[in-house]
Protein backbone atom coordinates (compact mmCIF):
# COMPACT_ATOMS: atom_id res chain seq x y z
CA UNK A 1 0.00 0.00 0.00
CA UNK A 2 1.22 3.37 -0.86
CA UNK A 3 0.20 6.82 0.90
CA UNK A 4 0.27 10.08 -0.39
CA UNK A 5 0.23 13.15 1.64
CA UNK A 6 0.57 16.89 0.21
CA UNK A 7 1.03 20.14 2.69
CA UNK A 8 2.64 23.40 2.26
CA UNK A 9 -0.94 25.16 0.61
CA UNK A 10 -1.84 28.53 1.70
CA UNK A 11 -2.90 31.60 1.25
CA UNK A 12 -0.78 34.28 -0.82
CA UNK A 13 -0.69 37.74 -2.37
CA UNK A 14 -0.37 36.99 -6.46
CA UNK A 15 3.32 37.66 -7.33
CA UNK A 16 4.29 35.54 -4.17
CA UNK A 17 5.71 32.14 -3.87
CA UNK A 18 4.61 28.85 -2.37
CA UNK A 19 6.48 25.40 -1.66
CA UNK A 20 4.27 22.33 -1.66
CA UNK A 21 5.17 18.94 -0.41
CA UNK A 22 4.28 15.46 -1.08
CA UNK A 23 4.93 12.99 1.51
CA UNK A 24 5.15 9.31 0.71
CA UNK A 25 5.14 5.58 1.94
CA UNK A 26 4.98 2.21 1.77
CA UNK A 27 6.57 0.45 -1.14
CA UNK A 28 7.98 2.52 -3.95
CA UNK A 29 9.30 -0.07 -6.11
CA UNK A 30 8.46 -0.37 -9.79
CA UNK A 31 7.02 3.80 -9.51
CA UNK A 32 6.93 5.29 -13.09
CA UNK A 33 6.57 8.99 -12.10
CA UNK A 34 5.15 10.94 -9.27
CA UNK A 35 3.09 14.03 -10.75
CA UNK A 36 1.10 16.92 -9.56
CA UNK A 37 -2.09 18.12 -10.78
CA UNK A 38 -4.77 21.15 -9.90
CA UNK A 39 -8.34 21.46 -9.64
CA UNK A 40 -10.18 24.95 -10.13
CA UNK A 41 -14.26 24.58 -9.26
CA UNK A 42 -15.70 23.75 -12.08
CA UNK A 43 -12.78 22.53 -14.11
CA UNK A 44 -11.33 19.48 -14.80
CA UNK A 45 -8.09 18.29 -12.83
CA UNK A 46 -4.72 18.86 -14.88
CA UNK A 47 -1.37 18.15 -14.69
CA UNK A 48 0.99 20.82 -13.55
CA UNK A 49 4.00 18.96 -13.81
CA UNK A 50 5.42 15.08 -14.11
CA UNK A 51 9.02 13.56 -13.14
CA UNK A 52 9.96 10.74 -14.77
CA UNK A 53 11.39 8.56 -12.26
CA UNK A 54 12.57 5.75 -14.63
CA UNK A 55 14.31 8.44 -17.05
CA UNK A 56 17.10 9.71 -14.51
CA UNK A 57 13.96 12.53 -13.26
CA UNK A 58 13.13 14.41 -16.78
CA UNK A 59 10.28 16.42 -15.75
CA UNK A 60 8.12 18.06 -17.79
CA UNK A 61 5.24 21.23 -17.05
CA UNK A 62 2.38 22.80 -18.03
CA UNK A 63 2.86 25.10 -20.48
CA UNK A 64 0.84 27.51 -18.35
CA UNK A 65 3.57 27.24 -15.12
CA UNK A 66 6.73 26.72 -17.41
CA UNK A 67 9.83 29.25 -15.90
CA UNK A 68 7.28 29.69 -12.45
CA UNK A 69 6.86 26.15 -11.41
CA UNK A 70 10.06 23.35 -10.40
CA UNK A 71 8.92 20.20 -9.57
CA UNK A 72 12.01 18.32 -7.47
CA UNK A 73 12.06 14.94 -5.41
CA UNK A 74 14.38 13.93 -2.33
CA UNK A 75 15.04 10.21 -2.84
CA UNK A 76 16.40 9.82 0.37
CA UNK A 77 12.90 11.32 2.35
CA UNK A 78 10.53 10.08 0.10
CA UNK A 79 9.84 13.35 -0.98
CA UNK A 80 8.58 15.55 -3.87
CA UNK A 81 8.15 19.05 -4.01
CA UNK A 82 6.56 22.13 -5.91
CA UNK A 83 8.32 25.48 -5.83
CA UNK A 84 5.52 27.99 -6.93
CA UNK A 85 7.18 31.66 -8.14
CA UNK A 86 5.54 34.43 -9.59
CA UNK A 87 2.05 33.30 -8.62
CA UNK A 88 -1.21 34.90 -10.55
CA UNK A 89 -4.62 34.37 -9.46
CA UNK A 90 -5.44 31.64 -11.95
CA UNK A 91 -3.19 29.20 -10.53
CA UNK A 92 -5.86 29.09 -7.33
CA UNK A 93 -6.95 25.22 -6.87
CA UNK A 94 -6.57 22.29 -4.99
CA UNK A 95 -3.33 21.01 -5.74
CA UNK A 96 -2.62 17.04 -5.66
CA UNK A 97 0.34 14.54 -5.58
CA UNK A 98 0.08 11.72 -7.88
CA UNK A 99 2.25 8.63 -7.48
CA UNK A 100 2.14 6.44 -10.14
CA UNK A 101 3.25 2.74 -11.29
CA UNK A 102 1.92 0.41 -13.53
CA UNK A 103 -0.58 -1.21 -11.43
CA UNK A 104 -2.15 2.15 -11.48
CA UNK A 105 -1.71 5.79 -9.57
CA UNK A 106 -2.45 6.79 -5.51
CA UNK A 107 -3.62 10.28 -4.75
CA UNK A 108 -3.13 12.24 -1.84
CA UNK A 109 -5.72 14.51 -0.66
CA UNK A 110 -5.01 17.84 -1.77
CA UNK A 111 -3.76 20.87 -0.77
CA UNK A 112 -5.51 24.80 -1.40
CA UNK A 113 -3.72 27.28 -2.42
CA UNK A 114 -5.33 30.42 -3.02
CA UNK A 115 -4.03 33.49 -4.85
CA UNK A 116 -5.17 37.11 -4.33
CA UNK A 117 -5.08 39.89 -6.83
Known amino acids: QVRVAESGGGLVQAGGSLRLSCATS????????MAWYRQSPGKQRELVARIYILSGDRTIYADAVKGRFTASRDIAKNMVYLQMNSLKPEDTAVYYCNAEFPRGGYWGQGTQVTVSS
Open 26 to 33: GTMSDINA
